[in-house]
């Protein structure tokens, strides 16, 4: 028999799971607000979008840098691609390339960009500092990476073949760590990102790669 207090149980506990589940969730205004300031986005701008999962990221940047500017989205889902060609061609916007990437090659261009984003994506990366070698080629001399990501999520779906963090996510002391390894400085941490005691947000400036 269904009780009030288990429908309630429900409905809060359906949402929570299908946003463990895909570990993605829609842009808020506010949240692209604070990503712009903090990657100082403005019109003419080429920026990327790596691990765009379904493009609402792409197209708000898109947005953000109008029509002499350019958004790269890059996946490595093939069925995320498609849907992210579907959202450009229902947005009309002409500034977004899409680009099929591999788990370890960006498949970006070199010095393609002045700013890079990866949102709830550098924990889904299996070789980390070849992403990031990856992204610093794309990147043009003295550009920001902003990485929002989350805290590892014990009952989260573990992801198969990435570094054992202690859970879906990393902590944010781990990721400042290894990106300052591979080319990267820090310029600044939003802890709380979005509102979120469990996100955080975090802006690398490239420097030159110290490469052993
Ligand atoms: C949790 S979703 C985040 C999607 C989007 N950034 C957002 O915030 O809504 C993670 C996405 O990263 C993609 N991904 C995983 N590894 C990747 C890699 N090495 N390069 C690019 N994308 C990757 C996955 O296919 C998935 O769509």
Redesign the pocket.
Known sequence: MWSFARLQKTTVLIPALLLAA????R?SAEEIDRLAEALAIEAGMKVA??????G??SIALAERVGDSGHVFA????QD?IRKIEDKVALSRLSNITVVL????D?GLPDGCCDAI?????YH???DPPA?LASIHAALRPRGLLAV?DITPQEHWRRLRGVPERGGHGIPPDDLIEEISRTGFELVARYDDWNHDAERFCVVFRRTSRSDP
Do not use: K, P
């Open positions: 895909c570990g993605t969730d842009a979008d790596v691990g765009a999962g379904d609402d990221w890059t996946e490595v889902d995320e990437g591999d788990q370890r960006t984003l990866l949102r709830l994506v889904h990366f299996v992403v929002i």
